[in-house]
């Protein structure tokens, strides 16, 4: 807990110290948190990542930030040792509202994967060949790259908790 007045984090922070913020909240939280901030003379930067488990272990997370310009060049050094790509979106929030929109595209790609794999299937047809072809064309995505060989080989391990997308999805929802 960053706001809490008893034992949030901003309690045992220095002025002059750096927060990079990667939980996925509201953008109306983040603001709130930079807002605090602030007050404590703290960089902060809202730093949600997409790229699951998987980008973790690999280094490649994408991380959209929202905050200050001179915050986000401080703290972007580090964030490169285990994102592949960090890119400011704008001032507090931004790097929500950036994650929000994620999470939407990542729910029609997933949902239409799995959709397209059970119709090719129950069409008759070699579902290998299908998704190397359609992978290089215009329906070619992450996730039919990476969903697709896994369903055909049954390995329905999720790479997030679906908590979280669930959680993901109801703050789309309440910003919309």
């Given at each position: 807990m960053v706001l809490s007045h008893e034992s949030g984090l901003l309690q045992h922070m220095k002025p002059g110290s750096m927060l990079i913020d990667h939980t996925t909240s509201s953008p109306g939280l983040a603001i709130r948190v930079a807002e605090a901030c602030k007050r404590y003379k703290i960089d902060v930067v809202d730093a949600p990542v997409s790229g699951a488990d998987i980008g973790a272990a690999n280094g490649t997370l994408v991380t959209m930030c929202g905050g200050d310009a001179a915050a986000y060049e401080r703290a972007k050094p580090y964030m490169k040792l285990y994102s592949a790509t960090t890119k400011l979106m704008g001032g507090p929030g931004a790097g929500q509202h950036t994650k929000a929109v994620n999470q939407i595209m990542i729910?029609?790609?997933?949902?239409?994967?799995?959709?397209?794999?059970?119709?090719?299937?129950?069409?008759?047809?070699?579902?290998?060949?299908v998704l190397n072809l359609l992978s290089q064309g215009a329906a070619g995505s992450f996730m039919m790259s990476t969903l697709g060989p896994r369903m055909l080989k049954r390995d329905f391990e999720p790479g997030t908790h679906v908590e979280h997308f669930f959680k993901d999805l109801g703050i789309v929802l309440d910003e919309a």
């Open positions: 729910a029609a790609n997933m949902i239409g994967t799995v959709e397209a794999m059970v119709y090719g299937h129950k069409a008759g047809l070699d579902l290998n060949e």
